[in-house]
């Protein structure tokens, strides 16, 4: 199962790519919403779109959005440590949007995975 993780924060991204690898899934990785959406028109295969809501050029709550339009059936993970305002609000934006699941940052990698294998 191959999974595209979109993070803006390089350290979160490489904990997420290293904990899903360590359970034999295949990683891709983006740095921002934009080139996530690229990412996913060039690699077909992606089953979870997992991406963090705060970001440049392209966050998270637009990135779900314009995902649904191009494939509604994509499972999306959104998560967040909501900057100022708190992750609770972005969250429940994201299920608004269209998420299938929201994980609250920081989380560990078991926090993760159950997220994931719910999904799946």
């Known amino acids: 199962m191959k999974i595209l993780v979109i993070d ?11 904990t899903l690898k360590k359970e ?4 891709t990785e983006a740095e921002n919403g934009a ?3 690229k990412k996913l028109q060039q690699e077909r295969d992606i089953s979870i779109i997992i991406t963090d809501l705060i970001m440049p050029e392209k966050e998270g709550i637009e990135t779900i ?6 494939n509604p059936a994509l499972k999306i993970l959104a998560i967040s440590g909501g900057g100022k305002a ?14 299938n699941a929201t994980l609250k940052k920081p989380f560990g990698g ?10 799946a």
């Open 86 to 99: 708190g992750p609770e609000n972005f969250l429940l934006l994201a299920d608004a949007v269209g998420a």
């Open 24 to 27: 034999n899934f295949v990683v």
């Open 8 to 18: 803006d924060d390089h350290s979160v991204r490489k904990f997420i790519a290293t």
């Open 35 to 37: 080139e996530g959406l």
């Open 65 to 70: 959005m314009e995902v649904r339009k191009i």
């Open 110 to 119: 078991q926090e993760l995975l159950m997220c994931l294998r719910m999904l």
